[in-house]
């Protein structure tokens, strides 16, 4: 049986007056600088991580992550991590070791070493509510450790111990309570044991809730109770010992991942997946190609992760990470080249999109294998994986997504609701010297269509590409801001100037410290994929905010 006391922590932050924190090491990366890596170790300290501009990604005992421009990330000792970013601007990324000491108070000798089996409060992520106060915090704190005044280098640790106390309120502020930290925990020990018989009961008495209660928390946080959640995990870890695996027996695999019973597991299967394990076998050994961008993400909704696919995408990198793609045939960008990378490869499928590929191309690709060019225009992203799934025989499937992508956009709007009531949002992106408005074929039909947000005023939800001003911006009125900056130099510039502007500052959305960020990719493809992450993201940056 699981130590609750020494495990859950209820009472973390109670014991936050026995700890001691000592700043080691802090390492300010800035946008001269080219990619900064971390490589795959066992740490020893404590670590955070200070996304304060650009992109990266970070795996944390083999989960990955990819970092977000407004995060904080905190890692403890014994984790297995590793870490890359780049792209950054002038606020730079900062990293940081520190080292935690503990003392009960009940005498001098009672002073411990340093702690290694970690009591902080805090792991993971943590979106901070004003980046600007970490990011000056942080930037003061470099200035004074390099200073020769041993008095300037203790102010330095003075002002470490203000961004421990930023992060940790909040991080207090999202969790809300000690049930939460519980939920959390056990969602961890459930992919950890999920080989294991797992009862309710057991999972109860883990978070160190009544059952009942328990059951009511689990499915009101994550959508489902704790028990499908279970069996939705099992049936994920089964599907990759299929694709990596293929010499393994069905029976063999459904032992591996918990199941003692073939017919039952064989149901779930067919319940979480669309199809029976069988099919998904037979389907995983096809050769399929996604020969345009967006065509991976539909794939990889329909449980296909495909054989090739294009080499120069900017996400095809977390697609490999967290998709564990890492035999896909890389595709040139050059047409003729592509098409000869494909004929040598021998595919059973080809799927791409009408509108990007000529007539007389689609016509030479066919003669390599069957293809499936989506039409794109006429249609919505529902209706193109509808399509993709009815070519592959896969409908069935797709029609099960559907319907749990439904039921999580409820749930995720149950969950935001509080957090933007009436509020309006503008989804503004960044690229090049231009601003573009979010709306129709985009993430706007996340918020606007699946979770009911109040679009701003002038929002076009027709044009899939309104343009507009740094001075119109104001006209829209907006009580809210999602922003995305597209990574070349020149948006980057765009976004420093509008940023320091007298008129960006003057919006009400950024007096109220009403704006969020997200990476460029995949944000802007308009995907099955995208939009299911949309919803998790949504999570992350609202839920508990007001």
């Given at each position: ?86 792209s950054f601007d002038e606020r730079g990324f900062y990293h940081m070791r520190f080292d935690i000491i503990e003392d009960d108070g009940s005498s ?81 020990y459930i992919e950890q044991h999920y080989q294991q018989e797992l009862t309710i009961d057991h999972l109860a008495k883990v978070a160190g809730i ?305 704006v969020d960020f997200l990476p460029s990719y995949p944000w802007v493809e308009y995907t099955a994929f995208t939009h299911d992450l949309m919803l ?11």
């Open positions: 049986m699981v130590d609750i006391e020494k495990n859950i922590k209820h009472n973390e932050y109670a014991s936050l007056e026995g700890m001691l924190f000592k700043l080691r090491e802090v390492e300010h990366i800035k946008s001269h600088s080219s990619e900064w890596k971390l490589r795959l170790q066992f740490v020893q300290t404590h670590m955070i991580f200070v996304a304060s501009s650009g992109r990266g990604w970070l795996t944390i005992d083999g989960q990955f992550t990819e970092m977000r421009q407004g995060s904080v990330y905190v890692c403890t000792p014994g984790q297995l991590i590793e870490a890359a970013a780049h001098i000798d009672s002073m411990q070493v340093i702690k290694r089996n970690s009591t902080f409060p805090v792991k993971g992520e943590v979106i901070v509510s004003s980046l600007v106060s970490v990011n000056a915090l942080c930037k003061s704190i470099c200035q004074c450790l390099q200073d020769e005044d041993r008095l300037k280098r203790f102010r330095g640790q003075i002002l470490f111990q203000e961004v421990l106390h930023t992060i940790l309120q909040d991080a207090l502020l999202v969790q809300g309570n000690d049930s939460e930290a519980a939920l959390e925990y056990v969602k961890g009544s059952t009942r209660h328990f059951m009511r928390l689990f499915k009101k946080r994550y959508g489902c109770s704790a028990i499908d959640y279970l069996a939705i995990y099992r049936i994920k870890e089964a599907q990759q010992l299929m694709r990596t695996s293929g010499q393994n027996r069905l029976r063999d695999i459904a032992r591996h991942v918990g199941y003692h019973d073939d017919i039952y597991f064989r149901r779930k299967f067919k319940q979480v997946s669309g199809m029976p394990p069988a099919a998904f076998m037979k389907i995983s050994r096809k050769k399929i190609v996604a020969y345009h961008f967006p065509n991976i993400g539909q794939l990889i909704t329909l449980q296909i992760n495909p054989f090739a696919a294009p080499a120069d995408h900017p996400w095809t990198d977390y697609y490999k990470r967290k998709y564990q793609m890492d035999s896909v045939l890389p595709l040139s960008s050059n047409q003729s080249i592509k098409r000869e990378e494909i004929r040598l490869a021998e595919p059973d499928f080809i799927i791409g999109i009408d509108i990007l590929v000529p007539a007389g191309e689609q016509a030479m690709l066919q003669e390599i294998a069957p293809a499936f060019f989506v039409p794109w225009l006429e249609n919505d992203w529902r209706t193109h994986l509808r399509l993709i799934a009815q070519f592959l025989d896969k409908s069935t499937a797709s029609e099960v997504w559907l319907e749990k992508y439904d039921r999580k956009a409820l749930f995720v709007r149950e969950q935001i609701k509080h957090a933007f009531k009436d509020e309006s949002l503008l989804i503004l992106r960044i690229t090049g010297d231009r601003l573009h408005v979010l709306g129709n074929r985009s993430i706007g039909t996340v918020f606007y269509d699946d979770l009911h947000v109040v679009p701003a005023r002038g929002v076009d939800r027709i044009n899939p590409d309104q343009q507009v001003t740094s001075d119109q911006l104001a006209d829209f009125d907006a009580d809210r801001f999602l922003l995305i900056v597209d990574e070349d130099a020149l948006s980057q510039s765009t976004w420093r100037t509008l940023m320091n502007s007298e008129l960006w500052r003057g919006l009400k959305a950024v007096k109220n410290s009403r998790d993201e949504a999570l992350k940056l609202w839920r508990n905010r007001a």
